[in-house]
């Protein structure tokens, strides 16, 4: 499941002619099973209101019904989240990704009331699916094992976009989410672990860099499904340069270094960000060609 890009012209406006063309290309990939807009890789945070609806509805009238759409939901009051939920709805979304808020992590995640709260008010308001989102434990955002198990027993959960960053919460998650009922698929989003993650289970990827590499992330999934451990490793390898490109510190960067990925794919023309978020330099950039090269993904 590609975490969709948002492309935007120089004057900071979006670019739904590329955002639609971004789509295309990931549907193009067979093992795409849906698409997820307006995340981290959206760059939610700095969208209005309106174009958070507006992204998610260019992309629903895009996929044309082809694959669910998922829409991330962002923001500190239960009020908005609400109405981006309803938005999104009205946008055409199947489901929308909550994102814990920021105010939870003073301490809300650590007993079940306040998520809970969250998301009951959320999906019963709205009346619109809701998958999870399971942030690092040590961030002060990531749920306990207590509160997941409330959480994935509330009957509008339809999966969680896992992104503990460790396998030994990882794999406690996979235990909970397949003992809930029914059970929840598990998207994996920890990104500089992939394989690691796949082997020990789950229902699929869900991952920003999906929008630079879906058919190769989808090859390593394929290969880990068959049980063919040294076909995924090979994908692994090939991609493991370009991944350490795109997830090391700051970590803030990450998206950006994918749109200029993308770029120098020849699928988008800029790789304009909004602020404050800033370009790379010229060096990551040599380092992306570099990792591309190495994965026979450029051509010369």
Not at 71 to 80: F, I, M, R, W
Not at 84 to 111: E, L, M, R, Y
Not at 123 to 131: D, N, R, S, T
Not at 147 to 167: D, F, H, N
Request: glycine share 8%.
């Amino acid at each position: 499941m590609p975490a969709l890009l948002t492309p935007f012209f120089d004057d900071l406006s979006i670019d739904y002619t590329s955002l639609r063309r971004l789509v295309d290309r990931c549907l193009k990939v067979k093992s795409v099973g849906a698409l997820f807009g307006v995340g981290h890789a959206g760059e939610v945070a700095a969208l209005t209101r309106e174009e958070r609806a507006e992204v998610t509805r260019v992309i629903t009238e895009q996929v044309k019904g082809r694959v669910p759409v998922l829409a991330g939901l962002y923001t500190d009051s239960l009020t908005e989240a609400v109405a981006h939920a309803k938005d999104a709805k009205q946008a055409g979304a199947d489901a929308v990704t909550v994102f814990p808020p920021p105010i939870f992590a003073d301490g809300a995640c650590a007993s079940h009331e306040m998520p809970l709260l969250w998301h009951q008010t959320i999906a019963e308001q709205a009346e619109i699916p809701l998958v999870l989102f399971q942030f690092s434990p040590g961030g002060g955002l990531g749920y306990t094992p207590d509160t997941l198990r409330k959480l994935v027993a509330l009957p509008y959960v339809v999966g969680i976009k896992e992104g503990s960053a460790g396998m030994v919460p990882y794999q406690l998650n996979i235990e909970i989410c397949r003992e809930a009922n029914p059970p929840v698929p598990v998207l994996t989003s920890n990104n500089s672990s992939l394989l690691s993650s796949l082997a020990v289970g789950g229902e699929g990827i869900l991952s920003g860099s999906g929008s630079v590499i879906a058919a190769e992330l989808g090859q390593m999934w394929g290969a880990v499904e068959k049980g063919d451990l040294f076909a995924a490793r090979e994908v692994h390898e090939k991609l493991r340069p370009l991944t350490k490109c795109f997830y090391k510190a700051p970590f803030i960067d990450m998206h950006t270094r994918m749109k200029e990925t993308l770029v120098l794919l020849g699928v988008l023309e800029r790789a304009t960000v909004r602020p404050p978020l800033l370009a790379i330099k010229d060096e990551e950039r040599a380092a992306l060609c570099s990792a591309l090269e190495f994965a026979s993904l450029l051509k010369m």
